[in-house]
T-cell receptor, first 114, second 113 residues
Framework: AQSVTQPDIHITVSEGASLELRCNYS??????LFWYVQSPGQGLQLLLK??????LVQGIKGFEAEFKRSQSSFNLRKPSVHWSDAAEYFC????????????FGKGTSLLVTP | DGGITQSPKYLFRKEGQNVTLSCEQN?????MYWYRQDPGQGLRLIYY???????QKGDIAEGYSVSREKKESFPLTVTSAQKNPTAFYLC????????????FGSGTQLSVL
């Protein structure tokens, strides 16, 4: 069965520290991969996406993610976290067979401390 | 500016009552979607529409209904059959079904009185 797993429910990092949010997927076909960010009471904003090509993708707000097919992972990273990055982060996966219905992970809540 | 507008931002429902959540987009997108978000859960697909006058059930369609009479509008009705309606509802659209990018509205928080 197709699935998306975000192993970490909550993550706390200090401002200025590096960040990595994990995402693992289980899909039969070549996946389309996305990271979205959600601020409290808001909709979701697309940070970055991977369809094909270079496995290291750059997104907005200084985020990047790397697609590792051998590990079925698409982890989100940022070298230096800012207090404004505190939010809920969702990994989402689709494919050519079901691309109309992105499968979302349960989310990781990021807390940034001074 | 183009975008997706959901209204109201907060909505309360009495037991046994039907309520309708509005979603309007001026992006000229063909595809529209409704997702439900519960605390500690990912987004789950309720209904989606590929084009006007067409819509399909998602993973959790029971207790919900939709219509797509106009390209820009995709209202969601939460019926009395939905026994656990309290959730945050997000509407989204994309240029076409399967497009790489979903644009999301700001959501409606529905609570039961």
């Amino acid at each position: 069965a197709q699935s998306v797993t975000q192993p970490d429910i909550h993550i706390t990092v200090s401002e200025g520290a590096s960040l990595e949010l994990r995402c693992n997927y289980s899909y039969g076909a070549t996946p389309y991969l996305f990271w979205y960010v959600q601020s409290p009471g808001q909709g979701l904003q697309l940070l970055l996406k991977y369809f094909s090509g270079d496995t290291l993708v750059q997104g907005i707000k200084g985020f990047e993610a790397e697609f590792k097919r051998s590990q079925s992972s698409f982890n989100l990273r940022k070298p230096s976290v800012h207090w404004s990055d505190a939010a809920e982060y969702f990994c989402a996966v689709g494919d050519q067979n079901s691309g109309y219905a992105l499968n979302f992970g349960k989310g990781t809540s990021l807390l940034v401390t001074p | 500016d183009g975008g997706i507008t959901q209204s109201p931002k907060y909505l309360f429902r009495k037991e046994g009552q039907n309520v309708t959540l509005s979603c309007e987009q001026n992006l000229n997108h063909d595809a529209m979607y409704w997702y439900r978000q519960d605390p500690g859960q990912g987004l789950r697909l309720i209904y989606y529409s590929q084009i006007v006058n067409d819509f399909q059930k998602g993973d959790i369609a029971e207790g919900y209904s939709v219509s797509r009479e106009k390209k820009e509008s995709f209202p969601l009705t939460v019926t009395s059959a939905q026994k656990n309606p309290t959730a945050f509802y997000l509407c989204a659209s994309s240029i076409q079904l399967g497009s790489e990018k979903l644009f999301f509205g700001s959501g409606t928080q529905l609570s039961v009185l």
